[in-house]
């Protein structure tokens, strides 16, 4: 089983022995860069049309096996339209989960540094 990779991040050690010993990955496949590229720069125009900016990988995932899973994070429009495009292709459309933990530290001079740290716990479809 392969897992498509929709997302703006390298997959942690612990989120890759988790999508191997939970969904049975072989195969993790990153996007091909200028698709990769599309994905991080979504721009924040009112006007924009969702569906063109992403027609690059609306095809690249209608040519690929759509027996796959699909890890899916970003912009919450584009993931939402994604999610569901994916989905009437028969993929297996995931997100990953994660504890937060919060460290906050005041300094000397009264100002506070903020630390935040998250920790993978599984992957969940989305329904």
Same mark, same amino acid.
């Given at each position: ?16 022995? !988790? ?7 072989? /195969?993790?496949?990153?996007? *091909? /860069? ?8 979504? *721009? ?20 690929? !096996? ?8 970003? !912009? ?15 993929? /297996? *459309? ?6 937060? /933990? ?22 969940? *479809?989305?329904?």
């Amino acid at each position: 089983m392969h897992l498509h990779l929709i997302f703006n991040h390298q997959l942690t050690a612990a989120q890759i022995s !988790d999508a191997k010993a939970s969904l049975g990955i072989k /195969k993790i496949k990153y996007l *091909p /860069k200028e698709l990769q590229e599309i994905w991080a720069n979504i *721009p924040a125009n009112a006007a924009l049309d969702l569906e063109q900016h992403l027609i690059k990988l609306l095809h690249y995932f209608k040519a690929q !096996d759509a027996n796959a899973y699909v890890l899916v994070q970003g !912009d919450f429009g584009a993931v939402y339209f994604m999610v569901n495009y994916l989905k009437d292709l028969g993929y /297996k *459309p995931i997100y990953a989960t994660t504890e937060r /933990k919060i460290i906050e530290e005041k300094l000397t001079n009264n100002t506070i540094v903020t630390k935040r740290i998250f920790k993978h716990v599984c992957f969940r *479809p989305y329904i």
